[in-house]
Every structure is written in structure tokens, then in C-alpha cells.
């Protein structure tokens, strides 16, 4: 998922959805220096190619010859660096540009227009249709802004030219030329946004490699044109990182934020018994119970105004899977409650 270094990751708990699996050697140099602009007279990259070439059976002077066509991108550097000056995390903002009169028009003519689909993929992975499109609707409003960058290029400057992520991405770029290898495509017909993702719900290559499934039955996986493989790969994504199936997302609470502060501290996984919830003085919004379940604190803050606090259940917890942030999980879980209502 949902990608992670798009503009929505921004809030606190951030991850790349998918981070590859592809062991290259942590040895590999991941410093900026003096080397040539043509990425294939690196020293670096040639040891890359070696690497790869000698674990997966790559020709090393094929690989070479597609980094001489990779350009350095420096607009790529620019978008993946943290801001000088980073913004005020607030929830109110954050909310508002995902779940808005858009993503909800779209949603509801996207699940309408691939009914089908979406009914076949819930009773396949158990997971309700109305989620999955949420997410494709939070990542790429439906398919439609899916990033329009060469990724060879975008990899190769961020595996090569940005140590804080280098290793990271110099995985996902070997994962790129598999990807390209088992798909029987170029490895410069893949474009996407800026930090790698792709197609309808912004996979990784090593998310696509290990969770896309072909849902139309063509023969192969199809992140980039087939939105009924997109609605298939992300209900599949969610069903393996413990979706389960006719249990609750999240639940809202009254608490104190002195109460709240030490439960927050527990993180994402969901611990939290319904005891505890009841001993620091937790109850339901609304009236009722506490759901008795095991919850994540999910604390959603605004600047001047009242912290949000919602419990996450372990079905929250797998959409923080796609992307490690409290307001994107919530996001996609407050959209889907709006294209439920369709």
C-alpha cells in the first residue's frame, strides 16, 4: 500500500507498504560520492548488478545495459525528503482531503461499476468490499492519479543517491527487474509515483510479487490497467496480513488524555484488554460497551481542539499493514463507512 512516501504518509507512523524481501548485501555501498551521472559507471551499481545477476540468474551485462538508460532524477530527492520545516500533524486536515465529496462520488460509481468483482473478492478473502475500495480511493482516487514516474529512474536515484533509504531501495529495485522478468515487460514500461509504487493500489514491486493476484483470469497480474486485479490484490493483501473476516475495525471512546497517554505508548498492535480500557476510565462515545476485544489506543490529534480516541481492533491493525499511520488507517475505514451508506 498504500505509497508510503506519498503525501499521506506524513503523519507520525509511516512505513513503505510491503518492504521487500530481496536480500542483497547490506555491504553495498549506500553513500553519495564522486561517481559518474550514467548510473551503469557507478561502481556501486556494478556491484548491485553482480549481486543480482549472480542470485537470480540475471545476465550481469543486460542489467548493466538497462542502467545506462536510468536517469537521475533529482526531482525524486526533493519529494522524498522530510520538509525543513514539517507540518503541524493535524487530523481535521488530514480527514478532509480523503474522505470528501470526491473519493465518495468515485467510490460509490467504482464498487457500482465493478459490482461483480468486489462481491467475488469478499466472499474469495472475506474482506468487505466497501474496504477495498476505500484504500484504492485513499491511494489513487480509483486509478486516477497513479503517478507518472520511469521507475527504473526513481529507484535508481533513491537507491543510489539517498542514504537514508538507500538499502531499502536498492531491494525494491531488485525486485523491479523480477517483477519485470516473471511479467515479460520491459523493465522501463513500469511508471508510478516517485517512491515506487504502482498501478491502482500503489503495490511495491515486492508487494506485487508476493500478494497480486490475477482476479480477471487473463494469465497474469495487472496492477497498472486492470482495476478488477487491483480490487482482488488488495482484498488478498488484507486477508494475509490478518484480516478477519465479520469483526469490527475500530470503535470511538471518551477518555482522558492523562488516562490515554500511557495506553497510546503500547503501539500499533492490539494488547489492550477490555479491563484495562475499563480501569483507566475508557467508555464508548455513544453509550453502550466496550467491544471485547484486544484494541490498539488510536490517538487522532488536531491542533487546538479535543483528541480523537478510537480503540483499533485487529482488523484496523491489518490496514495499518498498507500504511503504518493512524490517520491513513482511519482515513480508509471512515471513507468505507461512507461508501457502505451507497
Not at 159 to 187: I, K, M, N, S
Request: glycine letters at 8%.
Amino acid at each position: 500500500m498504500t505509497a508510503r512516501f506519498t503525501a499521506h504518509s506524513a503523519s507520525r507512523r509511516h512505513f513503505l507498504t510491503g518492504a521487500g524481501a530481496l536480500l542483497l548485501s547490506p555491504q553495498l555501498p549506500a553513500q553519495i560520492s564522486t561517481t559518474p551521472d550514467n548510473f551503469a559507471e557507478r561502481d556501486d551499481v556494478r556491484a548491485f548488478c553482480a549481486e543480482l545477476a549472480a542470485a537470480h540468474g540475471f545476465d550481469e551485462a543486460q542489467l548493466l545495459a538497462r542502467f545506462a538508460e536510468a536517469r537521475l532524477l533529482p526531482r525524486v530527492i526533493q519529494l522524498i525528503r522530510p520538509p525543513s520545516s514539517p507540518a503541524v500533524k493535524s487530523w481535521t486536515r488530514y480527514r478532509s482531503r480523503f474522505v470528501e465529496p470526491l473519493r465518495i462520488r468515485a467510490g460509490r460509481d467504482f464498487l457500482a461499476e465493478h459490482a461483480s468483482t468486489f462481491e467475488r473478492a469478499e466472499q474469495t478473502f472475506g474482506v468487505p468490499r466497501e474496504v477495498v475500495a476505500a484504500i484504492i480511493g485513499v491511494e489513487t482516487i480509483y486509478g486516477r492519479q497513479t503517478g507518472d514516474f520511469e521507475l527504473l529512474s526513481a529507484l535508481s536515484t533513491l537507491g543510489f543517491t539517498y542514504p537514508p533509504r538507500a538499502e531499502l531501495f536498492r531491494r525494491e529495485l531488485g525486485e523491479l527487474f523480477l517483477l519485470a522478468r516473471e511479467q515479460g515487460r520491459d523493465v522501463t514500461d513500469f511508471r508510478g509515483s516517485y517512491a515506487g509504487a504502482l498501478g491502482y493500489p500503489q503495490f511495491l514491486p515486492s508487494s506485487w510479487r508476493r500478494y497480486a493476484v490475477d482476479f480477471d483470469g487473463d494469465g497474469r497480474t495487472d496492477l497498472m490497467n486492470s482495476p478488477v486485479d487491483a480490487i482482488g490484490s488488495v482484498a488478498a493483501y488484507l486477508a494475509a496480513h490478518g484480516w478477519e473476516s465479520g469483526e469490527p475495525v475500530a470503535q470511538r471512546i471518551r477518555i482522558t488524555d492523562e488516562a490515554a497517554a500511557p495506553l497510546v505508548a503500547a503501539g500499533v498492535e492490539p494488547s489492550i484488554d477490555t479491563a484495562t480500557l475499563d480501569t483507566a476510565g475508557a467508555r464508548p462515545l455513544r453509550g453502550g460497551d466496550l467491544i471485547a476485544k484486544p484494541a490498539t489506543l488510536v490517538d487522532l490529534v488536531t491542533p487546538d481542539a479535543q483528541t480523537e480516541y478510537w480503540l483499533g481492533f485487529r482488523n484496523f491493525y491489518a490496514i495499518t499493514r498498507y500504511n503504518r499511520s493512524y490517520f491513513y488507517a482511519m482515513a480508509v475505514y471512515q471513507l468505507s463507512q461512507e461508501l457502505k451508506q451507497a
